[in-house]
Structure formats: structure tokens, C-alpha cells
Nanobody, 125 residues
């Protein structure tokens, strides 16, 4: 079992920045690919970004491409640097871990085996 804990959410003005972090613990997680999803109020959970276990592969949702950057320090910690935040970005942001990598389908929730509890991001206009 792997536990994922997100941190770094909060309130920011439109145009500002936030950095989310996710720490994995539990079973050895050196081969987990890790990503971020978000769930705006009243909407489905949607893909944001993913990074492979090596850090060499990344993929972004079109809505955040060029504004958000996913990175990883090591096997257990990833970050999501969110710049130029917009009023449509507020959501609960979830960290997720996957054991299998397929760049084309990593935007699907079913690819992920473990999920964090989420961290709230609020953007004021």
C-alpha cells in the first residue's frame, strides 16, 4: 500500500502562483509514475499532469500546458508549479500514483492505483 499526501494548496489571486507537493510513503515506490488530477466544484475529476518514475516523461492537459510544470525530487516526492493561475483553475487537486506507463492514456483515472486526499486551490479574481 502507498499513501500519498498533498500539500501547498491555498488562496491566490488570479495571475499568481502556487506550488503543490505530494509525498509518497509506505511500500517502496521507486517505480511509480505520479500525476495530478483536479476536481472543480460540481464537475468530474480531470487530468492535469503526469511524470514518469524516471522523470523523463511528462504530459499535460491542454488547459494547463505552458502554465503548470510537474517535477519530481526523487522516487517519493513530486511537485506541481502552477503559474499564471486563472479563475477557472480552482479545484481540489489530487495526487495519484500509477504502476504502469503509457503516455497516451495517462490522462485516464483508471490508470492510477493510489490517490491522495486532495488539497484545495482557490483563485480570487
Amino acid at each position: 500500500q502507498v499513501q500519498l499526501v498533498e500539500s501547498g494548496g491555498g488562496l491566490v489571486q488570479a495571475g499568481g502562483s502556487l506550488r503543490l507537493s505530494c509525498a509518497a510513503s509506505g511500500r517502496a515506490s521507486s517505480n511509480y509514475h505520479m500525476g495530478w488530477f483536479r476536481q472543480p466544484p460540481g464537475k468530474e475529476r480531470e487530468f492535469v499532469a503526469v511524470i514518469s518514475w524516471s522523470g523523463a516523461g511528462t504530459r499535460y492537459a491542454e488547459s494547463v500546458n505552458g502554465r503548470f510544470t510537474i517535477s519530481r525530487d526523487n522516487a517519493r516526492t513530486i511537485h506541481l508549479q502552477m503559474n499564471k493561475l486563472k479563475v477557472e483553475d480552482p479545484a481540489v487537486y489530487y495526487c495519484a500514483a500509477a504502476t504502469w506507463w503509457d503516455l497516451q492514456t495517462m490522462d485516464a483515472r483508471k490508470r492510477y492505483n493510489y490517490w491522495g486526499q486532495g488539497t484545495q486551490v482557490t483563485v480570487s479574481s
